[in-house]
Structure formats: structure tokens, C-alpha cells
């Protein structure tokens, strides 16, 4: 592979331009419509190369006098005006600006609409309610019968624990479930 980078311009996209432009032409002088043989886009895909990069070249020589190592737009702005295109600098400027206004206010409505579209998507524990992002446990009006149900409960295990059950269902070992003699 080549260290050497050719890119190409899409022709499609200069094909699109060059018909636009002499179609405007055309419109204001009046005639028939042109026609742009292969040829001819190949030529001036060429020369929007050579144009391009004779551009960046020269915002590149404005961004070193300047001791910064990224070309801006004021570079290419000024660029523009050293070569003595500028009519095509103050184009340039409004069409950037009218795009960045279009990016502005396409971010605006994105962000409001992606806002409006999310939902809060509540937690599928039972007894539970979201509050502020936070998941707290509901009262529950049986929650005092089922607190005396527990107690219940833990006083019959305590109360198995007397010394009369066998220990059996307890985890105990057959070791464990004797007297607590060693066979004597």
C-alpha cells in the first residue's frame, strides 16, 4: 500500500454540483439545458481536487504563522482572501455559519425530543414504589400481623429447644443427637 493518500472526490456529488451551476446559469440566461459529458466531470472532479488542496495548503502556511498546529476556519478564510478569492471567503463564511445555526438547532430539537420520548421504567419488585430514583418498601397494613406471625413462629423453635426434641430436621449429626456422652 502507498504512504502517498490520492482521494478522489465521489463524482456523483461533482456531477451534482456542476449540472446545478449550469442549470442556474441557464435559467438566468435562458436556453436549453446542459449536459456534462464523463469526460468533462472527470475534469472537473480534478480540478476541485487540485483547488482543495491548494486551499489547505495555504490555510496550512497562515495556521504555522500563527504558531498553532490546527488549521481553522479563519485559516481557510484567510487563505481564500491571500489568493484572491474573496468573494468565495465571504461565500464560505455564510454558508458555514448557516450550517452551524442548522447543527445548533437540530442538537436543540434532538435533545428535547430524545427528553419527551423517555419513560422511567418502574421497578417489577412487588411491594416496592420508585421515588426520585430510589426503591422503598410499602407499608403494608398486614405488616404487623405478619411481624406477630414471625414472633410465633421463632418462640415454637426456641421452645423445641428444650432438650426434649429428638434434633431431628435441626441439621444436627447422629454425634450431635445423643446425650452428649461419648458412649459411656
Given amino acids: 500500500m502507498s504512504d502517498d493518500v490520492n482521494p478522489e472526490l465521489p463524482l456523483s456529488i461533482v456531477r451534482r454540483i456542476v449540472k446545478a451551476q449550469l442549470n442556474q446559469y441557464v435559467t438566468k440566461n435562458g436556453g436549453k439545458e446542459f449536459q456534462v459529458s ?3 466531470q472527470q475534469a472537473f472532479s480534478i480540478c476541485a481536487k487540485v483547488f482543495c488542496s491548494f486551499i489547505a495548503s ?14 481553522g476556519a479563519d485559516d481557510v478564510y484567510t487563505a481564500l482572501t491571500q489568493v484572491n478569492f474573496e468573494d468565495i471567503s465571504d461565500a464560505v463564511r455564510s454558508v458555514i455559519e448557516e450550517h452551524t445555526e442548522y447543527q445548533k438547532a437540530k442538537k436543540v430539537k434532538k435533545s428535547s425530543d430524545s427528553h419527551l420520548s423517555k419513560k422511567r421504567k418502574l421497578p417489577e419488585v412487588e411491594g416496592a414504589v420508585e421515588s426520585d430514583g430510589q426503591v422503598h418498601e410499602v407499608e403494608d397494613d398486614d405488616a404487623e400481623a405478619d411481624e406477630k406471625v414471625d414472633d410465633e413462629d421463632a418462640q415454637e423453635v426456641t421452645d423445641d429447644d428444650d432438650g426434649s426434641d429428638s434434633g431431628k430436621g435441626k441439621g444436627n449429626t447422629e454425634s450431635e443427637q445423643d446425650d452428649g456422652t461419648d458412649g459411656e
Avoid at 58 to 71: F, I, L, S, Y
Fill in 38 to 40: 464523463k469526460d468533462a
Fill in 58 to 71: 495555504t490555510a496550512n502556511d497562515v495556521c504555522r504563522e500563527h504558531k498553532r498546529r490546527t488549521v
